[in-house]
């Protein structure tokens, strides 16, 4: 199985904040990889698929990039309801397989 | 808009079987394969397998072979887990997701359903 490695595992941070959640896949996906974010209570929702594309109605404070075996998911500037926690997962071969998750915490 | 909605949480003691429904609409159910994804208390995401909504070929991830079982109906566009022989280590948030037969992202999700399996 391909592992899937998310750093850090939690983050605090401010609104307004940029910050950066990273992803490392144990092996090579090419850009296979998506990003979800998830609430208590709530669907988790698509955010970024293929590394690097926006899911439609996504706001564009949100960016994913990389290639290979590292990602990275970017938020420009922190909204207050982007504190949440943040999950990758790779769709290059099956099982697909996520990263561990990143809660993000208010500061 | 695209909906998918699942059953609500159960209770369950072990040994008995549960069986969860995600009732979809919005678009048209054949055109997405249909996932399932499990979260256990305090952990991460865990992709269960999936099941084709043309033919109703189910492909079960490791971990999940035997008394896990995905289900269709399509005539109310509705597709079903159900778990035999429940096991404490069960209890946990079971979503359904849909995705491409191709694009394996997970676009749409369920709401989840909480399945408590304790005596």
């Known amino acids: 199985d391909i592992q899937m490695t998310q750093s850090p595992s939690s983050l605090s941070a401010s609104v307004g904040d940029r910050v950066a959640i990273t992803c490392r896949a144990s092996q090579s996906i090419s850009s296979h990889l998506n990003w979800y974010q998830l609430k208590p209570g709530e669907a988790p929702k698509l955010l970024i698929y293929a590394a690097s594309s926006l899911q439609s109605g996504v706001p564009s404070r949100f960016s994913g990039s990389g290639s290979g075996t590292d990602f990275t998911l970017t938020i420009s500037s922190l909204q207050p309801e982007d504190f949440a926690t943040y999950y990758c997962q790779q769709s290059h071969g099956t099982p697909f397989t996520f990263g561990q998750g990143t809660k993000l915490e208010i500061k | 808009q695209v909906q998918l909605v699942q059953s609500g949480s159960e209770l369950m003691k072990p040994g008995a079987s549960v069986k969860v429904s995600c009732k979809t609409s919005?678009?048209?159910?054949?055109?997405?394969?249909m996932n399932w994804v499990r979260q256990a208390p305090g952990q991460g995401l865990e992709w269960m397998g999936w099941?084709?909504?043309?033919?109703?070929?189910?492909t079960y991830a490791p971990g999940f072979t035997g008394r896990f079982v995905f289900s269709l109906d399509t005539s109310v566009s509705t597709a079903y887990l159900q778990i035999s022989s429940l096991k404490a280590e069960d209890t946990a948030v079971y979503y359904c997701?849909?995705?491409?037969?191709?694009?394996?992202?997970?676009?749409?999700w369920g709401q989840g359903t909480r399945v408590i399996a304790s005596s």
């Open positions: 997701a849909t995705s491409g037969y191709f694009d394996w992202f997970f676009k749409n």
């Open positions: 919005g678009y048209t159910f054949t055109n997405y394969a």
């Open positions: 099941i084709n909504t043309n033919t109703g070929n189910p």
